[in-house]
């Protein structure tokens, strides 16, 4: 089976740009998330997804946005990008029934995304 | 959310065996425990899960005391491709989205 899948691998934009980043989820799964890991830090939760509505959000500014497909795959938008957003963005999937706290994320290889 | 310890590094010999434990005091109820593996530049890759006493799969064990306060990731004979950073994770499960709150984790190097 498939992983999760992330395009591209490596972005580089340029201060004040935008970039989307693209998640396909493992087959089955229903939610989507995505996270940000700065070089020596663990990954920072951004957003989740389910069924197309978002669920959760984590601690970023507007710039940040996310949407859901009928298919779940998944994008996120950054908007007027900063330098302090380079960053590796990761995607998880999940199956989204939330069993408690039994349910499992798995995620995808990341975006390395650099911004000059 | 309940926040998890663990220490900063941890260095180990092939072939030994490795023990990682985490705190995390303030875990709820229904709250369970998550360990991830991460290598640089990769994403987190899912380990072991579990809720109370002793889980085991093929590639770990989570030891798990009846208070919860604690738990304890066990990997057997370890090898160089293990040099990792290791995540304890308790996922928050409410108001209606799931989260996992990444510390910085444990880097373990091990030494051949």
């Known amino acids: 089976d498939a992983g999760v899948t992330q395009s591209p691998t490596h972005l580089i934009k340029t201060r004040g740009q935008h970039v989307t980043l693209r998640c396909s989820p493992i087959?089955?799964?229903?939610?989507v998330s995505w996270y940000q890991q700065v070089l020596g830090q663990g990954p920072q939760f951004i957003f989740q997804?389910?069924?197309?509505?978002?669920?959760g959000r984590g601690n970023f500014p507007d710039r940040f946005s996310a949407r859901q497909f009928p298919n779940y795959s998944s994008e996120l938008n950054v908007n007027a990008l900063l330098l302090g957003d380079s960053a590796l963005y990761l995607c998880?999937?999940?199956?989204?029934?939330?069993?408690?706290?039994?349910?499992?994320?798995?995620f995808g290889p990341g975006t390395r995304l650099l911004v000059l | 959310l309940a926040k998890t310890t663990q220490p900063i590094s941890m260095d180990s010999y092939e072939g030994q065996e490795v023990n990682i434990t985490c705190s995390h005091n303030?875990?709820?109820?229904?709250?369970?425990i998550t360990w991830y593996q991460q290598f640089p530049s990769q994403g987190p890759r899912f380990i072991i899960q579990?809720?109370?006493t002793k889980v085991t799969n093929e590639v770990a064990s989570l030891f798990i005391p009846a208070d919860r306060k604690s738990s304890t990731l066990s990997l057997p004979r370890v090898s160089l491709s293990d040099t990792a950073v290791y995540y304890c994770?308790?996922?928050?499960?409410?108001?209606?989205?799931?989260?996992?709150?990444f510390g910085k984790g444990t880097k373990l190097s091990v030494i051949p």
């Open positions: 087959s089955g799964h229903k939610s």
């Open positions: 997804y389910y069924e197309k509505e978002e669920r």
């Open positions: 303030n875990i709820a109820t229904n709250d369970y």
């Open positions: 579990g809720y109370k």
């Open positions: 994770l308790v996922p928050y499960s409410g108001a209606g989205s799931y989260q996992l709150t």
């Open positions: 998880a999937s999940s199956l989204g029934s939330l069993s408690g706290g039994e349910e499992t994320q798995y």
